[in-house]
């Protein structure tokens, strides 16, 4: 689908990349490819300390923050860039992308993001928050989220299930190669780490890989 005037309109008036900060390189493929048919540029970031070094060096427009990442998790990350823009006067729009958005979002806000949304991707609401925290005519963002809430309504189990199938679909196509055999090979690779890491009694790398078998799953919708 070509862009429209407002999605050319957005993409010109944010020159800067996006930064993306996630460590599952599955979820940076999924994202990445929704946010350049979006018409963004993106600069990924694989951990939180890349996330900081990034912002000490160059400016964003948006940063989407994975919550649970090795080395440096994101709710630290986002700590540390607001004490960073707290020196500069500046506030960088912060929004967490998680899998576990019902427990993550009160750690989320109190690190210092501004918002939240969660996996798996539902296109329409991401792409509906992205112009929201990018766009400086507030007008215009406050029409857009009142388009989209006014075209919301509770649906029946049937039409949700049609309706997960079908973004599922749309997630699948957008990423090259066959996302089933990609899932397939990480998941085996997670499950042999997390196989070691139970027998070695590591919690730390137990929860970790925890997540990260789950972050995977959910990019396509999985339960």
Request: glycine residues 4%; charged residues 25%; negative net charge.
């Amino acid at each position: 689908m070509p862009a429209t005037n407002i999605d050319k309109t957005i993409a010109d008036s944010v020159a800067p990349p996006i930064l993306l900060v996630e460590d599952n390189h599955l979820n940076q493929n999924v994202l990445t490819t929704l946010l350049h048919k979006f018409g963004y540029n993106v600069r990924i970031a694989n951990n939180g300390i890349e996330a900081v070094e990034a912002v000490m060096s160059d400016t964003f427009p948006l940063i989407l923050m994975d919550c649970h990442m090795p080395q440096m998790d994101g709710f630290e990350a986002a700590s540390q860039i607001r004490r960073l823009e707290a020196d500069k006067e500046i506030h960088t729009p912060i929004v967490a992308v998680t899998a576990v958005a019902s427990i993550d979002k009160d750690r989320c806000l109190a690190a210092g993001m501004d918002d939240y949304i969660a996996k798996p991707i539902d296109i329409k609401a991401f792409k509906a928050c992205i112009e929201h925290w990018i766009r400086k005519d507030m007008a215009y963002h406050n029409q857009k989220l009142r388009e989209y809430l006014q075209e919301y309504s509770p649906r029946t189990y049937a039409e949700q299930k049609a309706s997960d199938r079908a973004m599922h679909a749309e997630r699948c196509s957008i990423v090259d190669g066959d996302p089933c055999l990609s899932f397939a090979a990480r998941l085996g690779e997670l499950l042999d780490r997390l196989h070691q890491a139970l027998n070695r009694e590591e919690a730390d790398a137990i929860a970790y890989l925890a997540y990260e078998i789950r972050s995977s799953a959910v990019a396509f919708g999985a339960k």
